[in-house]
């Protein structure tokens, strides 16, 4: 890779999920060293494609405001030959710039950083709000509720695991919001709600701040794809404002904390409510109740299927993740007018200037 300096020191970085990570410290900077996991992104020139294109628009954009722009976006170090990675034979590799003095928070523990990672998601949409670029798809159907349907109804149909039988209740769960979920989808498909830049992994930790819990930018951008900008903010909600534990088997535990919805989408729509169209605020708060959707038929058909797809710690654990999503669900649909007023009146607010 064309790095500055000498390499001194290389370290691991966390327990990452998907990819390993490390620091490389050379006598000049240090560096964020990825093995990439072409097993999730069986294309890594077309992900790493996505990652160059979005990453030079946000550059020029954060230029013009007067801001830094290896500070805050994320910077991609070619090879020596001008790759956007390196393939060894196995394994792939791609190298981006470590941002000094920068900081990660794994829990919105507060109503200020509730606010802040919205803004930060809000502030990155905004940003490429004129990306009208199509990008490559490095996962299939990501969030795409169609696509999921016809997965479900193989699941179904096959019962490889023999475990349909009992969980009848739970089927029904995901059956009769099926005509609900595939209308909002067919928005997305008619272009009533428009394809935007999406960062298709909102937690928090994704955000970088400076040592004031300022925001500096969005990292982890393997999945940045093109679909409705509706799906980062539902993804968000989802993980933001669960007052239990994703695989809670204490289901009271389990409820959205309406107080966390409301600071995270004000973060959000400051930056973000100017570029959005009618269509896109009028369904915004519906999307935490797709995206959670979305989530319980997951779980619930990877149980079906026999758990091959998500890691388990005991046999009951996706039935246990999806009754848990499904608890948080109902909460969502519960507080649902609640939260469309508060879009509402925060909307307001934005246009009353």
């Known amino acids: 890779f064309a790095i500055e300096g000498k390499a001194l020191d290389i370290k691991s970085l966390g327990a990452g999920f998907i990819n390993d990570s490390y620091i490389l410290t050379t006598d000049s900077r240090r560096y964020i060293l990825q093995r990439k996991n072409h097993h999730i992104f069986p294309d890594v020139g077309a992900m790493m494609n996505n990652i160059a294109r979005v990453t030079a628009h946000l550059k020029l954009k954060v230029a013009a405001e007067g801001g830094d722009p290896e500070r805050e976006v994320l910077t991609v170090i070619p090879t020596k030959e001008g790759e956007l990675y390196y393939h060894d034979g196995e394994n792939f590799w791609a190298v981006s710039l470590f941002i000094e003095g920068s900081v990660t ?51 179904l149909s096959e019962d490889r695991a023999e475990r349909k039988a009992s969980v009848a209740e739970e089927i029904e769960w995901i059956e009769s919001r099926r005509r609900a979920m595939l209308d909002f989808w067919a928005m997305v498909e008619r272009g009533e709600l428009p394809m935007r830049v999406t960062h298709n992994d909102t937690k928090l930790s994704n955000i970088l701040f400076d040592e004031n819990d300022e925001v500096l930018c969005v990292i982890d951008l393997d999945t940045v794809m093109s679909s409705t900008s509706l799906n980062d903010f539902g993804d968000a909600i989802r993980s933001y404002t669960n007052m239990g534990a994703e695989d809670d088997k204490e289901l009271s535990r389990v409820a959205m904390n309406i107080d966390t919805f409301r600071h995270y989408a004000e973060g959000y729509l400051a930056k973000r409510g100017s570029t959005m169209t009618q269509s896109e605020r009028e369904w915004l708060a519906f999307s935490g109740i797709y995206i959670t959707f979305e989530q319980v038929l997951r779980f619930l058909m990877d149980y079906i299927d026999g758990d091959t797809y998500y890691k388990t ?41």
């Open 105 to 155: 928070h794994d829990k919105a523990n507060t109503p200020r950083l509730a606010y802040m990672g919205g803004y930060g998601i809000g502030r990155f949409q905004a940003m490429l709000a004129d990306f009208d670029e199509p990008l490559a798809e490095v996962i299939q159907g990501f969030h795409n509720i169609r696509w999921r349907f016809e997965q479900w109804d193989k699941a």
């Open 313 to 353: 710690a005991y046999p009951e654990h996706n039935l246990v993740r999806a009754r848990a999503q499904y608890r948080l669900l109902q909460s969502m649909e519960e507080q649902y007018p609640e939260m469309q007023q508060i879009i509402k009146r925060i909307v307001d607010k934005i246009n009353m200037g």
